[in-house]
């Protein structure tokens, strides 16, 4: 049995897109795995019956996550499906830099966990009361 995820496959059934993924990719997922995420993949990105979001808002929603998961894979093919839906490099722009404010408000909430946990104030929003 072919496997439907194969770079050589051309069937219209393929689960996880392929046509621009090095032959390695996916190649430490056992087949049965590879099948699951396939079809998950599948139902959020191919099946336009079940979508609510514009597919060209799904595809910047997917160009910030790719971003903040730092997947370059992903971010190419999302890049280039938002493109080929018409988002202008505006649009393209913005999402980028939400991405950014995204993580860089994960950062600041990390050192303010980190500065709580060790009764750290470097610089209070309010002065400190001195005693």
């Known amino acids: 049995m072919d ?3 194969s770079k050589s496959s051309t069937s219209k059934d393929q689960l996880i897109p392929m046509e ?10 056992e087949p049965r795995m590879k099948h699951v995420y396939g079809a998950y993949y599948k139902e959020l990105y191919y099946t ?8 060209k808002i ?3 929603i997917s160009i910030a996550a790719s971003l903040v998961a730092k997947c370059e894979g992903c971010l ?19 999402t980028i830099c939400i991405a950014a ?10 050192s303010d966990r980190t ?16 005693p």
């Open 101 to 110: 404010a995204i993580n860089a408000a994960s950062m600041i909430d990390m």
């Open 115 to 130: 500065a709580a946990r060790l009764g750290l104030r470097n610089f209070p929003n309010t002065p400190q009361k001195k």
């Open 76 to 94: 190419d093919g999302h890049m280039r499906k938002a493109m080929a839906l018409g988002a202008t490099k505006e649009e393209i722009s913005e």
């Open 20 to 29: 621009d993924e090095s032959a390695d990719s996916y190649s430490m997922l």
């Open 48 to 55: 336009p019956e079940r979508r609510v979001l514009d597919p």
């Open 58 to 60: 799904q595809e910047l």
């Open 3 to 5: 496997d439907p995820n």
